[in-house]
C-alpha cells in the first residue's frame, strides 16, 4: 500500500479524532479539513482547502479505506469514517500507534506511548513496544526500526503507508507545508526513489536515509533550542 500525503492526513485524522471524540464521529468535510488542518499534534502542520481534502478521501474511498456516511437521523451532510481497523485487521492500541507515526512522523517508543494516551491506553512501554514489534513482523509490515543516529539514544519507528514511509508532507500550489526548505537547501530532503530512477534495490536504502535524515534535523533543532541558539 503506497498512499499520497493527502489521503494520509486524511485517513490519520479520521482514525485520531474516532478514537479521541467519538461524539463528533464520523465527521463531516468541514470537520474533516479541519482535523488535517490541525496546528496541534501535526507534524509537519498543512494547509489544506476543502477542495484538496475531499479529493483525498475520496482516493482513499476507492481503495476501500474510507466509508461515505449518507445523510440520517437529522443530519444533513455526507459524513466520512475510515475503514482501516477492518481492512488491516488491527485493534484500538495498533491503530492508534499507526495513526500517531503518520500525524507526526518517526516516534520512539515513549513519545509514542505520551501521544496516544487520549486514543489507546497502554499500561507501560512494554505494550507499545510489544504492539510496535508486532506491527513491524506482519506479512506486510506496518512499521519499521529506524537505525539509531549519531548521539541518539532511544531507536525511532516509522509507518510503511507511503514509499519512504516519514511524516507527511505538503500538497503543492498554496497548500504547502509550513516549514519546508526551498530548493537547493542542504537541508532538504534526498530526492524521491522515483524521481532519481535508482538501479534495482536501493529503493528501499534511499528510503531510509531520507528517514534517518528527517531524524537527525528534528534532533539538531531540539539541541539548537537547549542551548538556546
Same mark, same amino acid.
Do not use: W
Given at each position: 500500500?503506497e498512499?499520497? +500525503?493527502?489521503e494520509?492526513?486524511v485517513?490519520?485524522?479520521?482514525?485520531?479524532k474516532? &478514537?479521541?471524540?467519538?461524539?463528533? *464521529?464520523?465527521?463531516?468535510l468541514? =470537520? &474533516?479539513a479541519? #482535523?488535517?488542518?490541525q496546528v496541534?499534534?501535526r507534524?509537519?502542520?498543512?494547509? *489544506?482547502?476543502?477542495?484538496?481534502?475531499?479529493a483525498?478521501?475520496t482516493? =482513499?474511498?476507492? @481503495?476501500? &479505506?474510507?466509508?461515505?456516511?449518507?445523510?440520517?437521523?437529522g443530519r444533513s451532510?455526507?459524513r *466520512?469514517r475510515h475503514?482501516?481497523?477492518?481492512?488491516l #485487521?488491527?485493534?484500538e492500541? +495498533?491503530?492508534?500507534?499507526?495513526?500517531?507515526l503518520?500525524l !507526526?512522523g +518517526?516516534?520512539t517508543?515513549?513519545?509514542l506511548?505520551a501521544r496516544?494516551?487520549?486514543m489507546?491506553?497502554?499500561?507501560? @512501554?512494554s505494550?507499545?513496544? =510489544?504492539? @510496535?514489534?508486532?506491527l513491524?513482523r506482519r506479512e506486510?509490515?506496518?512499521v519499521?526500526?529506524?537505525p539509531?543516529? +549519531?548521539g541518539q539514544?532511544?531507536? !525511532?519507528?516509522r509507518?510503511?503507508?507511503?514509499?519512504a514511509?516519514?511524516a507527511v508532507?505538503?500538497g503543492?500550489?498554496?497548500?504547502?507545508?509550513?516549514g519546508?526548505p =526551498?530548493?537547493?537547501?542542504?537541508a532538504?530532503?534526498?530526492?524521491?526513489p522515483a524521481?532519481?530512477?535508482?538501479l534495482?534495490?536501493?529503493a528501499?536504502? &534511499?528510503a531510509?536515509l531520507?528517514a534517518?535524515?528527517? #531524524? @537527525?534535523r528534528?534532533?539538531l533543532?531540539?539541541?539548537r533550542?537547549q542551548?538556546?541558539?
Amino acid at each position: 500500500m503506497e498512499l499520497g +500525503p493527502e489521503e494520509l492526513r486524511v485517513l490519520g485524522s479520521l482514525v485520531e479524532k474516532e &478514537l479521541t471524540t467519538p461524539q463528533q *464521529y464520523p465527521l463531516t468535510l468541514h =470537520a &474533516l479539513a479541519l #482535523a488535517c488542518n490541525q496546528v496541534s499534534n501535526r507534524e509537519p502542520v498543512v494547509h *489544506y482547502d476543502e477542495a484538496t481534502v475531499e479529493a483525498a478521501v475520496t482516493r =482513499a474511498k476507492t @481503495l476501500g &479505506l474510507v466509508r461515505f456516511v449518507h445523510p440520517s437521523h437529522g443530519r444533513s451532510a455526507l459524513r *466520512y469514517r475510515h475503514e482501516l481497523a477492518e481492512q488491516l #485487521a488491527l485493534g484500538e492500541q +495498533p491503530l492508534a500507534l499507526l495513526a500517531v507515526l503518520v500525524l !507526526r512522523g +518517526p516516534q520512539t517508543a515513549g513519545e509514542l506511548r505520551a501521544r496516544t494516551e487520549r486514543m489507546a491506553g497502554f499500561g507501560d @512501554l512494554s505494550e507499545v513496544e =510489544a504492539e @510496535l514489534e508486532a506491527l513491524a513482523r506482519r506479512e506486510e509490515p506496518l512499521v519499521a526500526r529506524m537505525p539509531r543516529g +549519531p548521539g541518539q539514544k532511544e531507536d !525511532r519507528f516509522r509507518h510503511l503507508l507511503a514509499p519512504a514511509g516519514p511524516a507527511v508532507a505538503g500538497g503543492p500550489g498554496p497548500d504547502v507545508t509550513i516549514g519546508d526548505p =526551498a530548493p537547493g537547501d542542504p537541508a532538504a530532503p534526498l530526492p524521491s526513489p522515483a524521481a532519481s530512477a535508482p538501479l534495482p534495490g536501493l529503493a528501499g536504502e &534511499l528510503a531510509e536515509l531520507r528517514a534517518e535524515v528527517v #531524524a @537527525l534535523r528534528r534532533d539538531l533543532d531540539e539541541l539548537r533550542a537547549q542551548l538556546g541558539a
